[in-house]
C-alpha cells in the first residue's frame, strides 16, 4: 500500500519535471498553415525558456506547412509579459521580403521563414511570451506559435 503510494508520487514528480524541464512551441492559434519546426539561435531548448540577451540580435527560423495560398505575408510579433501583450516592433514586418518565403505561397507547400528578433538593451529583465505570428492578406494566421522566452 504504502510502497505503490510511494511510486505513484515519484512517477507524478518525475512528469511535472519533465512538463517543466523541456521547451515547448504552443500553437496559439495557426489557422490556414502550421508550424512543424521552430529554431532559435542560441536557446538550450533542454530549459523550460529560450534565454533572449539583450542587445543582440536574434535569429529565428520557422518551417511552415500551408493548407491555403497565401498572395502576402506580414509578421506580427507580441511579448505577453504578466499577461499584458506589448508589440514587438521589427524593422521589417513585410515576411515575403527577405525571410525566406517565396510570395504568392502555394497550397501543400512547405517554407523556411527566418526573421531576426532585435532584442533591445532597454528591454527590462523579465519572462516573455514571445507570440509570433505569420498572417496573410486577410489577416488571418496563417500560424502562430508561442514561445516562452527569458530576457537576459
Ligand atoms: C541588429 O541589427 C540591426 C539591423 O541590421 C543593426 O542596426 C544593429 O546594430 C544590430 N544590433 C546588434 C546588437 O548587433
Ligand atoms: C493538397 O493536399 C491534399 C491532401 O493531401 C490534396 O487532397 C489536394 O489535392 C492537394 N492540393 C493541391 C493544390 O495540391
Redesign the pocket.
Known sequence: MFKSYVLTLSLLLLTLMQLNSALEFHDCGSKTGKFTQVTIEGCDTTKSECVLKR???VSISIDIALAEVASAVKTVVHGKVLGIEMPFPL?NPDACLNSGLKCPLEKNETYRYTA?L?VLKSYPKVSVLVKWELQDQNSIDIVCVEIPARIQ
Open positions: 542587445n543582440t540580435n524593422s531576426t532585435p
